[in-house]
């Protein structure tokens, strides 16, 4: 059983930049895809990006495409969310999720295991 923590979230300034941390305990296995997802009060939870665990290929939802970079660490199993010049509408919960045998997609119903989410706040 993957169990997923997420770490990093915090306070920051309009502009600013924030590196998040997703640590899987348990074998992600070669076939996972890694996905990130955020969810702001009284909206509906986003699609981020995601992270094909065996070739390293990403995808993002245009929002943040250009600002946020997904990477990973085999040797920690850990996902890593970098946030550059960030803004107050990227304020929110973010997710990390797993789900496997599949390609990307930006549908969240279809990742398997979640973490706990941690908050994000970007304000001046």
């Known amino acids: 059983q993957v169990r997923l923590v997420e770490s990093g979230g915090g306070l920051v300034h309009p502009g600013g930049s924030l590196r998040l941390a997703c640590a899987a305990s348990?074998?992600?296995?070669?076939?996972?895809?890694m996905g990130w997802f955020r969810q702001a009060p009284g909206k509906e939870r986003e699609f981020v990006g995601a992270l094909n665990w065996s070739s390293g290929t990403t995808n993002y939802a245009d929002s943040v495409k250009g600002r946020f970079t997904i990477s990973k660490d085999n040797a920690k199993n850990t996902v890593y969310l970098q946030m550059n010049s960030l803004k107050p509408e990227d304020t929110a919960v973010y997710y990390c999720?797993?789900?496997?045998?599949?390609?990307?997609?930006?549908?969240?119903?279809?990742?398997?295991?979640w973490g706990q989410g941690t908050q994000v706040t970007v304000s001046s």
């Open positions: 999720a797993v789900r496997w045998g599949g390609a990307w997609t930006q549908s969240s119903e279809l990742y398997r295991v």
């Open positions: 348990g074998r992600t296995s070669s076939n996972a895809v």
